[in-house]
């Protein structure tokens, strides 16, 4: 048996890493964090104006901070921002938490994705989207043959991925420690410093469920009080 803390997404821009962890963390029930969300709440800037203003190297720290704290969480599925490969011994590290899932997509994909959001991604050469996209595939090989799996999300379904997911999970015998909670069962132990909390609450993003259930009694309250003030 296998023991981790969470599962890390890695791979390039534009694979697919955001909108397949929203939707695995949710399947799971568990928490959702990217670390572009958190760099941009810790310095307060949109993701490419940090990448301009600090530029690549102070960018890179940045990022690899973030890295290091967000991978002792417990329960979350966790997307790493695909600006840069990730290095082997910053692989490594990560791995001894977290279980690897490298995100993959063919170029024309990529490509599609990229250009659904002009400007918005710091390291992307907007002029020649093609050219720029198959260097970063190539750059991008060798870090996916050191994940614990690969998919590739070029065609298929989200839920067929998170079914292939699962069965990886249980053939490799993988088991997750449980996040250890508070009294009120809101804010995990392992939360990191103030500076790193988005504002979101606490370095995680809330699954779905919770904030339609949270919708639902805020309305169901509001209607109450309605109904209490016309009928004393």
Same mark, same amino acid.
């Given at each position: 048996?296998?023991?981790?803390? *969470?599962?890390?997404?890695?791979?390039?821009?534009? !694979?697919?890493? !955001?909108?397949? @962890?929203?939707?695995?963390?949710?399947?799971?029930?568990?928490?959702?964090?990217? =670390?572009?969300?958190?760099?941009?709440?810790?310095?307060?800037?949109?993701?490419?104006?940090?990448?301009?203003?600090?530029?690549?190297?102070?960018?890179?720290?940045?990022?690899?901070?973030?890295?290091?704290?967000? /991978?002792?969480?417990?329960?979350?599925?966790?997307?790493?921002?695909?600006?840069?490969?990730?290095?082997?011994? =910053?692989?490594?590290?990560?791995?001894?938490?977290?279980?690897? &899932? @490298?995100? $993959?997509?063919?170029?024309?994909?990529?490509?599609?994705?990229?250009?659904?959001?002009?400007?918005?991604?710091? =390291?992307?050469?907007?002029?020649? %989207?093609?050219?720029? %996209?198959?260097?970063?595939?190539?750059?991008?090989?060798? %870090?996916?043959?050191? /994940?614990?799996?690969?998919?590739?999300?070029?065609?298929?379904?989200?839920?067929?991925?998170? +079914? $292939?997911?699962?069965?990886?999970?249980?053939?490799?015998?993988? +088991?997750?420690?449980?996040?250890?909670?508070?009294?009120?069962?809101?804010?995990?132990?392992?939360?990191? !410093?103030? +500076?790193? &909390?988005?504002?979101?609450?606490? @370095?995680?993003?809330?699954?779905?469920?919770?904030?339609?259930?949270?919708?639902?009694?805020? *309305?169901?309250?509001?209607? !109450? @009080?309605?109904?209490?003030?016309?009928?004393?």
């Amino acid at each position: 048996m296998i023991i981790k803390r *969470n599962i890390m997404l890695i791979g390039s821009m534009g !694979s697919g890493k !955001s909108h397949f @962890g929203r939707n695995l963390a949710e399947r799971k029930g568990w928490q959702f964090v990217d =670390t572009d969300r958190v760099l941009e709440d810790r310095f307060g800037l949109p993701i490419a104006d940090i990448y301009k203003k600090i530029g690549e190297k102070a960018f890179r720290r940045a990022e690899m901070d973030v890295l290091k704290k967000v /991978c002792l969480y417990h329960e979350a599925v966790i997307s790493v921002g695909g600006n840069f490969p990730i290095e082997h011994r =910053t692989l490594k590290i990560l791995k001894k938490y977290s279980y690897i &899932i @490298g995100i $993959r997509a063919a170029q024309f994909r990529i490509v599609s994705r990229v250009n659904r959001r002009i400007g918005k991604r710091p =390291t992307m050469d907007y002029t020649n %989207v093609n050219s720029f %996209v198959h260097t970063m595939i190539q750059s991008w090989k060798p %870090v996916y043959k050191q /994940c614990d799996y690969v998919l590739d999300t070029t065609n298929g379904r989200t839920f067929d991925f998170m +079914q $292939r997911i699962e069965k990886a999970l249980e053939t490799s015998a993988v +088991q997750f420690k449980a996040r250890r909670r508070s009294k009120d069962n809101t804010i995990p132990s392992d939360a990191i !410093s103030k +500076q790193d &909390i988005p504002r979101g609450g606490n @370095g995680y993003e809330k699954n779905r469920n919770i904030n339609k259930r949270w919708r639902r009694t805020g *309305n169901e309250r509001r209607h !109450s @009080g309605r109904y209490k003030k016309s009928n004393p």
